[in-house]
């Protein structure tokens, strides 16, 4: 897979790091926001990643809230966003995927799968977003 631009929302340094690290090895860029506010500097950048990895659980601000501004925004309005939760608890999934995230991944991250999780989510790959 060609080298991507990935932004991973993420308050949590280990969670993090890992992420980072796995994508990189793949190739890929990482761009990081630790919170909110971080976030909302990248938005008003206007420049879109081709994938924003979102942690649900942020300082300032709910990951739904953040969800709902990213999607305001008419650079961001097709970006995929993978949710990312250590709440893996049963309906996590099917709520954050009605809500209008395009994929999610539970914490832990699953070392073995991450990326290839993560790729497969990709405007291009099979199976992925258009
Ligand atoms: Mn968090």
């Known amino acids: 897979m060609q080298p991507r631009v990935l932004w991973v929302v993420e308050?949590?340094?280990q969670n993090f790091e890992l992420a980072e690290f796995l994508l990189v090895e793949r190739g890929h860029r990482v761009v990081r926001a630790r919170d909110?506010?971080?976030l909302r500097r990248l938005l008003a950048l206007g420049a879109a990643p081709d994938l924003v990895l979102l942690?649900?659980?942020l300082p300032g601000a709910s990951g739904l809230q953040l969800l709902a501004e990213?999607?305001?925004h008419p650079a961001f309005a097709r970006v995929p966003v993978v949710a990312l939760t250590a709440h893996a608890?049963?309906?996590d999934r099917e709520r954050f995927l009605a809500e209008g995230c395009d994929g999610y991944l539970s914490k832990p991250i699953e070392i073995r799968s991450f990326v290839d999780?993560?790729?497969?989510?990709?405007?291009?790959a099979a199976g992925g977003s258009p």
Do not use: Y
Request: negative net charge; aromatic residues 0%.
């Open 117 to 124: 999780d993560v790729e497969r989510l990709l405007p291009g």
């Open 70 to 72: 990213l999607r305001a």
């Open 11 to 13: 308050d949590n340094d």
């Open 89 to 91: 608890l049963r309906g």
């Open 36 to 38: 909110a506010e971080e």
């Open 55 to 57: 942690d649900m659980h």
